[in-house]
């Protein structure tokens, strides 16, 4: 009996030490997560640092000036006076900066829809087996390498009126009498710099398009080809329907790097002639650098940043609905 009492009564205090163990171990486990965490948050801080410098400060300070009376005295100081809506009220009111807005939606417009289609006609293609095939994919990602300025200049010898490639091969196939001046005729000289996008975005488009056909099962194919489908039923209700997410993504993704382009016109036409060619990124270049009026090329600047942020929550979602449609699509 004396016993049993008293391992009664050291049973509490046996109680308290395992409860006091338990404890230890939490507070133990809750350090060694917070030193996880810490080591995390500072593996990051490089990235984080690089994206604040290079990315978010200069928003934040571009749409300040676009509120500013910015001046060449005043645009390396926070002292510039406050203009209010008025460098919007510009842009709104300007001819040049509202053609420049028509032409970049122009441009996009018509760079998407001949990139999509030749894109998607040669990843067609190449889904066939031909001699040479390997070859041509391989050469197709060409003009995607080349820098923006490079094509620019390229295109510019292509079409300049004098010796200039394409004035050659249509006075030589009968199309035309006499050489045409494409880069100096406003009708003609946005023509010329969408030909050059085009020819420019195509490899994109392919590559894209190519590996989302290599992706349909290919019992998918067989299935259709047995009910009595035929090839323009199959490509457009059964291909078409499986890879909608990833053409989705892609026409997204070729507005984005079609709307920012910048280069490429530099190179071709300089935004001439007459503005004819003047887009968002470069008319607001020109405001700002060569008529220093920083607040009102900031303002413009601004269009694409709403662009941006329009752009980025649906590429997520689009490029979310992808990854489940592909999920679904292998299991």
Excluded at 82 to 91: C, Q, S, T, V
Aim: charged share 10%; proline share 5%; net charge neutral.
């Amino acid at each position: 009996m004396a016993r049993v009492g008293t391992e009664l009564h050291e049973a509490p205090g046996d109680l308290a030490r395992s409860r006091g163990h338990g404890a230890a171990r939490e507070v133990r486990h809750l350090t060694a997560w917070r030193r996880h965490q810490l080591a995390g948050w500072l593996f990051l801080t490089p990235a984080i640092a690089y994206i604040l410098f290079a990315f978010v400060l200069p928003i934040i300070y571009n749409v300040m000036m676009s509120f500013e009376q910015t001046s060449p005295a005043t645009i390396g100081s926070l002292t510039a006076p406050f203009a209010g809506l008025a460098n919007y009220r510009f842009i709104l009111g300007d001819p040049t900066s509202r053609a420049a807005i028509v032409h970049t939606f122009e441009f996009t417009a018509g760079s998407l829809f001949g990139q999509f289609v030749i894109g998607f006609a040669l990843a067609l293609l190449f889904t066939l087996r031909f001699p040479g095939r390997t070859i041509g994919r391989s050469l197709i990602i060409v003009p995607w390498l080349l820098p923006l300025i490079v094509t620019g200049v390229i295109f510019k010898f292509l079409f300049q009126v004098e010796g200039g490639a394409v004035n050659q091969l249509l006075m030589n196939v009968g199309l035309v009498h006499h050489a045409i001046d494409w880069l100096d005729d406003p009708h003609l000289a946005l023509w010329t710099i969408l030909i050059a996008n085009i020819w420019l975005g195509v490899p994109f488009f392919t590559l894209l398009l190519y590996s989302a056909l290599q992706d349909v099962p290919l019992e998918v194919k067989e299935a259709a080809l047995m009910d009595g489908a035929g090839p323009w039923q199959r490509l457009r209700m059964v291909i078409v329907p499986i890879i909608m997410p990833v053409i989705e993504v892609t026409l997204l993704l070729g507005f984005v790097f079609t709307v920012k382009v910048f280069d490429l016109v530099v190179g071709l036409t300089g935004g001439g002639p007459a503005n004819a060619t003047q887009l968002i990124t470069t008319w607001s270049y020109n405001l700002s650098f060569q008529q220093f009026s920083f607040g009102e090329g900031a303002a413009l600047n601004n269009v694409l940043l709403v662009l941006a942020l329009i752009c980025a929550p649906l590429y997520l979602l689009l490029s979310r609905g992808s990854l489940r449609s592909s999920a679904g699509t292998g299991s």
